[in-house]
């Protein structure tokens, strides 16, 4: 059975910076893309950040941009979002996604930025 583990959340103060991190926990096969997820309270989740497998191509939502940087990390099967000037909005649970025949989630992990 494989699972995504994430790790690197937590309370951080505006303006602040956080690097959350998804290792995959087996054997992942036919993927195309890995990304980030969040979910903030009452609100639907939405799609933060993605990296296309076959060239490095990344797409980030309109909110975080120049903000926070996704990439693909050693082993492989790892992603990382690298988190910089961080607002009360970004607060969430955030998910680690990989995205192919199968869609594999995370756990999600709790990111508040408060003062």
């Known amino acids: 059975q494989v699972q995504l583990v994430e790790s690197g959340g937590g309370l951080v103060q505006p303006g602040g910076s956080l690097t959350l991190s998804c290792t995959a926990s087996?054997?992942?096969?036919?993927?195309?893309?890995m990304a980030w997820y969040r979910q903030a309270p009452g609100k639907q989740r939405e799609l933060v950040a993605r990296i296309f497998i076959s060239d490095g191509r990344t797409n980030y939502a309109d909110s975080v941009k120049g903000r926070f940087t996704i990439s693909r990390a050693n082993p492989k099967d790892t992603v990382s979002l690298q988190m910089n000037m961080l607002e009360t909005e970004d607060t969430g649970v955030y998910y680690c996604?990989?995205?192919?025949?199968?869609?594999?989630w995370g756990q999600g992990t709790q990111v508040t930025v408060s003062s």
């Open positions: 087996g054997s992942i096969f036919s993927i195309y893309a």
């Open positions: 996604n990989f995205a192919g025949v199968v869609d594999y």
